[in-house]
Protein backbone atom coordinates (compact mmCIF):
# COMPACT_ATOMS: atom_id res chain seq x y z
CA UNK A 1 0.00 0.00 0.00
CA UNK A 2 1.35 3.52 -1.08
CA UNK A 3 1.46 6.35 1.22
CA UNK A 4 -0.11 9.78 1.08
CA UNK A 5 0.96 12.83 2.58
CA UNK A 6 -0.84 15.51 3.61
CA UNK A 7 1.29 18.79 4.45
CA UNK A 8 -0.03 21.34 7.53
CA UNK A 9 0.72 23.68 9.60
CA UNK A 10 -1.92 23.07 12.44
CA UNK A 11 -3.94 19.63 11.12
CA UNK A 12 -4.13 16.94 9.26
CA UNK A 13 -5.51 17.46 5.96
CA UNK A 14 -7.43 15.77 3.60
CA UNK A 15 -9.24 18.39 1.91
CA UNK A 16 -7.67 18.29 -0.95
CA UNK A 17 -10.57 19.30 -3.66
CA UNK A 18 -9.69 22.54 -5.63
CA UNK A 19 -12.37 25.55 -5.18
CA UNK A 20 -12.82 25.67 -8.74
CA UNK A 21 -13.85 22.03 -8.64
CA UNK A 22 -15.92 22.19 -5.61
CA UNK A 23 -17.45 25.00 -6.60
CA UNK A 24 -18.09 24.08 -10.36
CA UNK A 25 -22.04 22.18 -9.30
CA UNK A 26 -23.77 22.25 -12.53
CA UNK A 27 -21.11 20.27 -14.29
CA UNK A 28 -20.78 18.14 -10.94
CA UNK A 29 -16.52 18.58 -11.01
CA UNK A 30 -14.49 15.95 -8.58
CA UNK A 31 -11.47 16.77 -7.38
CA UNK A 32 -9.02 17.25 -9.95
CA UNK A 33 -6.74 20.41 -9.39
CA UNK A 34 -3.48 21.17 -7.05
CA UNK A 35 -5.47 22.39 -4.70
CA UNK A 36 -6.75 25.31 -2.74
CA UNK A 37 -10.07 25.08 -1.35
CA UNK A 38 -10.59 28.47 0.23
CA UNK A 39 -8.87 30.76 -2.15
CA UNK A 40 -5.14 30.71 -1.39
CA UNK A 41 -1.99 32.63 -1.85
CA UNK A 42 -2.81 33.89 -5.61
CA UNK A 43 -6.35 34.99 -4.10
CA UNK A 44 -8.04 36.47 -1.31
CA UNK A 45 -10.99 35.71 1.63
CA UNK A 46 -11.99 36.85 4.42
CA UNK A 47 -10.24 36.50 7.97
CA UNK A 48 -7.95 33.51 8.14
CA UNK A 49 -7.77 32.08 4.85
CA UNK A 50 -6.53 28.30 5.21
CA UNK A 51 -4.72 27.55 1.38
CA UNK A 52 -4.15 24.06 0.76
CA UNK A 53 -1.80 22.87 -1.96
CA UNK A 54 -2.31 19.32 -3.31
CA UNK A 55 -0.71 16.97 -5.43
CA UNK A 56 -0.39 13.27 -5.19
CA UNK A 57 3.06 11.58 -4.99
CA UNK A 58 4.71 8.66 -5.58
CA UNK A 59 8.04 8.66 -4.36
CA UNK A 60 10.89 6.07 -5.09
CA UNK A 61 10.27 3.09 -3.77
CA UNK A 62 7.17 4.26 -1.23
CA UNK A 63 4.67 6.25 -3.95
CA UNK A 64 4.34 8.94 -1.05
CA UNK A 65 1.36 11.89 -2.05
CA UNK A 66 1.23 15.11 -0.12
CA UNK A 67 -0.68 17.79 0.58
CA UNK A 68 -0.03 21.48 2.32
CA UNK A 69 -1.85 23.90 4.32
CA UNK A 70 -1.04 27.17 5.56
CA UNK A 71 -3.12 29.51 7.33
CA UNK A 72 -2.85 33.41 6.89
CA UNK A 73 -4.72 36.38 8.23
CA UNK A 74 -6.35 38.15 4.77
CA UNK A 75 -8.73 41.14 4.35
CA UNK A 76 -12.26 41.22 3.51
CA UNK A 77 -12.34 41.79 0.18
CA UNK A 78 -15.20 44.51 -1.43
CA UNK A 79 -17.02 43.28 -4.03
CA UNK A 80 -16.38 45.53 -6.76
CA UNK A 81 -19.06 45.91 -9.69
CA UNK A 82 -17.29 48.74 -11.51
CA UNK A 83 -13.81 47.04 -12.69
CA UNK A 84 -10.80 49.24 -12.46
CA UNK A 85 -9.88 49.15 -16.29
CA UNK A 86 -5.81 50.09 -14.87
CA UNK A 87 -5.70 46.48 -13.74
CA UNK A 88 -6.46 42.96 -15.13
CA UNK A 89 -8.32 40.56 -13.63
CA UNK A 90 -5.34 38.54 -12.77
CA UNK A 91 -3.74 41.61 -10.67
CA UNK A 92 -7.53 42.16 -9.18
CA UNK A 93 -7.21 38.89 -7.59
CA UNK A 94 -3.92 38.48 -6.72
CA UNK A 95 -3.71 35.18 -8.82
CA UNK A 96 -0.11 34.52 -10.65
CA UNK A 97 -1.73 31.11 -11.97
CA UNK A 98 -4.69 29.73 -13.49
CA UNK A 99 -6.40 26.42 -11.92
CA UNK A 100 -7.78 24.46 -15.14
CA UNK A 101 -11.16 24.16 -13.18
CA UNK A 102 -11.39 27.65 -13.38
CA UNK A 103 -11.18 27.75 -16.88
CA UNK A 104 -13.69 24.83 -17.30
CA UNK A 105 -16.39 27.14 -15.14
CA UNK A 106 -15.86 29.63 -17.50
CA UNK A 107 -17.48 27.48 -20.26
CA UNK A 108 -20.68 27.14 -18.27
CA UNK A 109 -20.48 30.66 -16.80
CA UNK A 110 -18.07 33.12 -17.35
CA UNK A 111 -19.83 35.26 -14.85
CA UNK A 112 -20.32 32.22 -12.38
CA UNK A 113 -16.61 32.17 -12.07
CA UNK A 114 -15.96 35.61 -11.89
CA UNK A 115 -18.65 35.73 -8.70
CA UNK A 116 -16.76 32.80 -7.39
CA UNK A 117 -13.91 35.26 -6.36
CA UNK A 118 -15.66 38.45 -6.06
CA UNK A 119 -18.22 36.97 -3.44
CA UNK A 120 -15.87 34.07 -1.66
CA UNK A 121 -18.66 34.05 1.20
CA UNK A 122 -21.21 32.72 -1.14
CA UNK A 123 -18.30 30.01 -2.83
CA UNK A 124 -17.74 28.77 0.92
CA UNK A 125 -21.32 28.09 1.37
CA UNK A 126 -21.48 26.18 -2.03
CA UNK A 127 -18.71 23.94 -0.56
CA UNK A 128 -21.03 22.78 1.68
CA UNK A 129 -23.51 21.14 -0.49
CA UNK A 130 -24.07 17.27 -0.30
CA UNK A 131 -23.78 16.56 -3.81
CA UNK A 132 -20.30 18.20 -3.55
CA UNK A 133 -19.01 16.45 -0.54
CA UNK A 134 -20.41 13.38 -2.24
CA UNK A 135 -18.51 13.48 -4.88
CA UNK A 136 -15.48 14.50 -2.98
CA UNK A 137 -15.48 11.40 -1.18
CA UNK A 138 -15.82 8.97 -4.14
CA UNK A 139 -11.81 10.70 -5.68
CA UNK A 140 -10.98 10.29 -1.87
CA UNK A 141 -11.86 6.65 -1.61
CA UNK A 142 -10.33 5.96 -5.12
CA UNK A 143 -7.08 7.69 -3.95
CA UNK A 144 -6.77 6.01 -1.00
CA UNK A 145 -6.75 2.90 -2.76
CA UNK A 146 -2.84 3.53 -3.75
CA UNK A 147 -2.06 5.06 -0.84
CA UNK A 148 -2.12 6.83 2.20
CA UNK A 149 -1.75 10.12 3.64
CA UNK A 150 1.09 11.37 5.94
CA UNK A 151 1.72 14.87 7.01
CA UNK A 152 4.38 17.20 6.09
CA UNK A 153 4.58 21.04 7.46
CA UNK A 154 4.67 23.51 4.77
CA UNK A 155 5.87 27.29 6.26
CA UNK A 156 6.51 29.27 2.93
CA UNK A 157 4.88 29.03 -0.86
CA UNK A 158 8.45 27.83 -1.48
CA UNK A 159 7.73 24.93 0.57
CA UNK A 160 4.27 23.94 -0.94
CA UNK A 161 5.56 24.56 -4.25
CA UNK A 162 8.31 22.05 -3.19
CA UNK A 163 5.57 19.55 -2.40
CA UNK A 164 4.60 19.62 -5.72
CA UNK A 165 8.04 19.05 -7.98
CA UNK A 166 8.40 16.58 -5.11
CA UNK A 167 5.27 14.78 -5.53
CA UNK A 168 5.39 14.99 -10.03
CA UNK A 169 9.24 13.21 -9.34
CA UNK A 170 7.94 10.51 -7.19
CA UNK A 171 5.49 9.53 -9.96
CA UNK A 172 7.94 9.70 -12.89
CA UNK A 173 10.01 6.20 -12.02
CA UNK A 174 6.14 4.51 -11.66
CA UNK A 175 5.30 5.82 -15.00
CA UNK A 176 8.15 4.68 -16.18
CA UNK A 177 7.74 0.92 -15.10
CA UNK A 178 4.34 1.00 -16.80
CA UNK A 179 2.55 1.24 -12.97
CA UNK A 180 -0.54 3.20 -12.67
CA UNK A 181 -0.55 7.36 -11.02
CA UNK A 182 -3.68 9.03 -9.58
CA UNK A 183 -3.51 12.84 -8.96
CA UNK A 184 -0.57 13.48 -10.89
CA UNK A 185 0.53 17.48 -10.89
CA UNK A 186 1.22 19.25 -13.77
CA UNK A 187 1.75 22.60 -14.53
CA UNK A 188 3.19 25.09 -17.00
CA UNK A 189 2.81 28.41 -19.41
CA UNK A 190 0.07 27.80 -21.83
CA UNK A 191 -0.27 30.95 -23.91
CA UNK A 192 1.79 33.47 -21.47
CA UNK A 193 -0.46 32.43 -18.21
CA UNK A 194 1.36 29.98 -15.72
CA UNK A 195 -1.41 26.82 -15.30
CA UNK A 196 -1.72 24.31 -12.76
CA UNK A 197 -4.29 20.84 -12.96
CA UNK A 198 -3.88 17.63 -11.30
CA UNK A 199 -4.58 14.80 -13.62
CA UNK A 200 -7.28 11.94 -11.81
CA UNK A 201 -5.65 8.95 -13.58
CA UNK A 202 -2.84 8.32 -15.62
CA UNK A 203 -2.30 4.60 -16.97
CA UNK A 204 -0.94 2.83 -19.62
CA UNK A 205 -3.45 0.52 -22.16
CA UNK A 206 -2.78 -2.90 -23.30
CA UNK A 207 -1.32 -1.23 -26.87
CA UNK A 208 0.75 0.60 -24.89
CA UNK A 209 -1.22 4.00 -25.05
CA UNK A 210 -0.93 6.30 -22.09
CA UNK A 211 -4.26 6.96 -21.47
CA UNK A 212 -5.53 9.90 -19.33
CA UNK A 213 -8.24 8.78 -17.24
CA UNK A 214 -10.91 11.23 -15.81
CA UNK A 215 -13.59 10.29 -13.66
CA UNK A 216 -16.68 12.74 -13.29
CA UNK A 217 -19.42 11.35 -10.54
CA UNK A 218 -23.38 12.23 -11.57
CA UNK A 219 -26.33 12.49 -9.26
CA UNK A 220 -28.30 11.67 -12.51
CA UNK A 221 -28.29 8.56 -13.81
CA UNK A 222 -27.52 9.44 -17.16
CA UNK A 223 -24.06 11.05 -19.35
CA UNK A 224 -24.09 15.36 -19.60
CA UNK A 225 -25.42 17.52 -21.49
CA UNK A 226 -23.45 19.03 -24.31
CA UNK A 227 -23.61 22.39 -22.24
CA UNK A 228 -21.49 20.29 -19.16
CA UNK A 229 -19.61 17.89 -21.60
CA UNK A 230 -17.76 21.01 -23.28
CA UNK A 231 -16.00 21.78 -19.89
CA UNK A 232 -15.04 18.38 -19.35
CA UNK A 233 -13.31 18.56 -22.45
CA UNK A 234 -11.28 20.98 -22.07
CA UNK A 235 -10.37 19.94 -19.13
CA UNK A 236 -8.43 16.58 -20.55
CA UNK A 237 -7.19 18.11 -23.07
CA UNK A 238 -5.23 21.54 -21.05
CA UNK A 239 -3.93 18.49 -18.85
CA UNK A 240 -2.41 16.86 -22.06
CA UNK A 241 -0.93 20.55 -23.26
CA UNK A 242 0.10 20.49 -19.50
CA UNK A 243 1.77 17.06 -19.41
CA UNK A 244 3.04 16.74 -22.82
CA UNK A 245 4.85 20.45 -22.22
CA UNK A 246 6.40 18.46 -19.08
CA UNK A 247 8.09 15.26 -20.65
CA UNK A 248 9.09 17.66 -23.64
CA UNK A 249 11.20 19.94 -21.30
CA UNK A 250 9.46 23.08 -21.98
CA UNK A 251 9.38 24.13 -18.33
CA UNK A 252 11.77 26.47 -17.29
CA UNK A 253 13.75 28.07 -14.38
CA UNK A 254 12.20 31.21 -15.51
CA UNK A 255 8.63 30.41 -15.27
CA UNK A 256 8.58 29.89 -11.88
CA UNK A 257 10.91 33.26 -11.19
CA UNK A 258 8.61 35.11 -13.64
CA UNK A 259 5.24 34.02 -13.12
CA UNK A 260 4.76 32.63 -9.77
CA UNK A 261 7.41 35.17 -8.39
CA UNK A 262 9.00 32.70 -6.06
CA UNK A 263 12.67 32.65 -4.29
CA UNK A 264 14.24 29.58 -5.61
CA UNK A 265 17.13 30.78 -3.07
CA UNK A 266 14.66 29.82 -0.22
CA UNK A 267 16.12 27.36 2.32
CA UNK A 268 13.16 24.95 2.00
CA UNK A 269 11.08 24.03 5.82
CA UNK A 270 12.90 21.13 7.73
CA UNK A 271 10.03 18.76 7.60
CA UNK A 272 9.54 19.15 3.61
CA UNK A 273 13.72 18.94 3.29
CA UNK A 274 13.25 15.54 5.56
CA UNK A 275 10.59 14.16 3.33
CA UNK A 276 12.77 15.06 0.30
CA UNK A 277 15.73 13.26 2.39
CA UNK A 278 13.52 10.34 2.80
CA UNK A 279 12.73 10.25 -1.21
CA UNK A 280 16.60 10.01 -1.69
CA UNK A 281 16.78 13.83 -2.72
CA UNK A 282 19.30 15.59 -0.93
CA UNK A 283 18.86 19.45 -1.11
CA UNK A 284 18.54 22.99 0.36
CA UNK A 285 16.65 25.23 -1.26
CA UNK A 286 13.71 25.41 -3.72
CA UNK A 287 15.84 26.12 -6.85
CA UNK A 288 18.32 22.76 -6.23
CA UNK A 289 14.67 20.79 -6.28
CA UNK A 290 13.58 21.92 -9.47
CA UNK A 291 17.18 21.53 -10.76
CA UNK A 292 16.62 17.90 -10.08
CA UNK A 293 13.06 17.75 -11.53
CA UNK A 294 14.18 19.61 -14.65
CA UNK A 295 16.87 17.08 -14.83
CA UNK A 296 14.29 14.18 -14.53
CA UNK A 297 12.57 15.75 -17.26
CA UNK A 298 14.78 16.07 -19.66
CA UNK A 299 15.90 12.13 -19.50
CA UNK A 300 12.52 10.77 -18.55
CA UNK A 301 11.55 9.18 -22.33
CA UNK A 302 8.11 9.32 -20.95
CA UNK A 303 5.57 9.82 -24.06
CA UNK A 304 3.35 11.99 -24.69
CA UNK A 305 -0.55 11.45 -23.50
CA UNK A 306 -1.96 9.13 -26.45
CA UNK A 307 -5.59 8.72 -25.10
CA UNK A 308 -7.99 11.22 -23.57
CA UNK A 309 -11.08 9.30 -21.52
CA UNK A 310 -13.62 11.06 -19.66
CA UNK A 311 -15.32 8.52 -17.31
CA UNK A 312 -18.95 8.91 -15.48
CA UNK A 313 -20.24 7.18 -12.73
CA UNK A 314 -23.48 7.73 -10.24
CA UNK A 315 -22.60 9.43 -7.24
CA UNK A 316 -24.75 7.68 -5.11
CA UNK A 317 -24.54 3.59 -6.60
CA UNK A 318 -21.21 3.47 -7.93
CA UNK A 319 -22.43 1.89 -11.24
CA UNK A 320 -20.77 3.12 -14.52
CA UNK A 321 -22.84 5.34 -17.19
CA UNK A 322 -20.46 5.05 -19.49
CA UNK A 323 -17.08 6.56 -21.24
CA UNK A 324 -15.67 9.03 -23.90
CA UNK A 325 -12.91 8.90 -25.67
CA UNK A 326 -12.19 13.04 -26.11
CA UNK A 327 -10.35 13.92 -29.28
CA UNK A 328 -7.37 16.45 -29.39
CA UNK A 329 -6.93 18.98 -31.86
CA UNK A 330 -4.59 21.02 -30.87
CA UNK A 331 -5.24 24.50 -32.91
CA UNK A 332 -8.76 24.56 -31.95
CA UNK A 333 -7.93 23.61 -28.52
CA UNK A 334 -5.57 26.78 -27.80
CA UNK A 335 -8.03 28.85 -29.90
CA UNK A 336 -10.50 28.39 -26.79
CA UNK A 337 -8.10 28.74 -23.98
CA UNK A 338 -7.07 32.13 -26.18
CA UNK A 339 -10.31 33.23 -26.03
CA UNK A 340 -10.92 32.46 -22.09
CA UNK A 341 -7.39 33.91 -21.20
CA UNK A 342 -8.64 36.98 -22.75
CA UNK A 343 -10.70 37.85 -20.22
CA UNK A 344 -8.20 36.61 -17.38
CA UNK A 345 -5.35 39.33 -19.38
CA UNK A 346 -7.07 41.89 -19.42
CA UNK A 347 -8.66 42.25 -22.90
CA UNK A 348 -12.24 42.08 -22.42
CA UNK A 349 -14.82 42.27 -19.93
CA UNK A 350 -16.37 38.88 -18.64
CA UNK A 351 -19.66 37.58 -20.41
CA UNK A 352 -22.78 36.00 -18.85
CA UNK A 353 -24.61 32.93 -20.70
CA UNK A 354 -26.64 33.91 -24.33
CA UNK A 355 -30.39 34.15 -23.67
CA UNK A 356 -31.04 30.66 -24.45
CA UNK A 357 -28.65 29.32 -21.82
CA UNK A 358 -30.48 31.39 -19.76
CA UNK A 359 -32.14 28.04 -17.77
CA UNK A 360 -28.16 28.29 -16.03
CA UNK A 361 -29.15 31.02 -13.93
CA UNK A 362 -31.78 29.37 -11.50
CA UNK A 363 -28.83 27.11 -10.41
CA UNK A 364 -26.48 29.38 -9.74
CA UNK A 365 -25.74 30.79 -6.35
CA UNK A 366 -24.63 34.11 -7.47
CA UNK A 367 -28.36 34.91 -9.60
CA UNK A 368 -29.42 37.99 -7.34
CA UNK A 369 -25.96 39.61 -7.57
CA UNK A 370 -25.62 39.30 -11.24
CA UNK A 371 -25.20 42.39 -12.80
CA UNK A 372 -25.23 40.08 -16.46
CA UNK A 373 -28.30 38.53 -15.63
CA UNK A 374 -29.81 41.93 -14.53
CA UNK A 375 -28.57 43.74 -17.83
CA UNK A 376 -30.47 41.24 -19.85
CA UNK A 377 -33.71 41.41 -17.98
CA UNK A 378 -33.89 44.86 -18.43
CA UNK A 379 -32.96 44.69 -21.99
CA UNK A 380 -35.59 41.92 -22.54
CA UNK A 381 -38.08 44.19 -20.92
CA UNK A 382 -37.10 46.86 -22.71
CA UNK A 383 -37.87 45.16 -26.07
CA UNK A 384 -40.94 44.19 -25.40
CA UNK A 385 -42.16 47.50 -24.17
CA UNK A 386 -40.98 48.93 -27.18
CA UNK A 387 -42.69 46.78 -29.25
CA UNK A 388 -45.37 48.48 -31.64
CA UNK A 389 -48.22 46.38 -32.54
CA UNK A 390 -48.95 45.79 -36.14
Known amino acids: ?????????????????????????????????????IPGPDSHDCGVSEKRDVASERAKGTGLAVSATVKENRPCPTPKRKRDPASTPMERFFRRSLNVTMLCKQTWCEMQAVYSLELPLVAKRELERAEVKAGASVHLARELEVHEVVPVRAVTREDRQAINLLNLLGMIPVLQAGGVVRELPVFGVLEGVYMVGVIDELHYSDRGELVLSELKTRRHSSLPREAQAKGHRLQVGLYKLLFDGLVRGFLTRDDFVEHLRLRLEQPLGAAVLQHAGKLGFQVTTLGDLLDVLLLNLRYCELPGIDVLRLEYR????????????????????RAELRNLLSYWTGRREPRGVDIEEAWKCGMCAYEKHCQWRGEQLQGSVMLHTDKKPK
Not at 10 to 35: C, F, M, R, Y
Not at 314 to 333: I, K, R, T, Y
Open 1 to 37: MNSHASQGTDDLVWGNISDAELLDVQSEHLLTEPKSI
Open 314 to 333: HQDSGLALGSQDVPFDEDLL
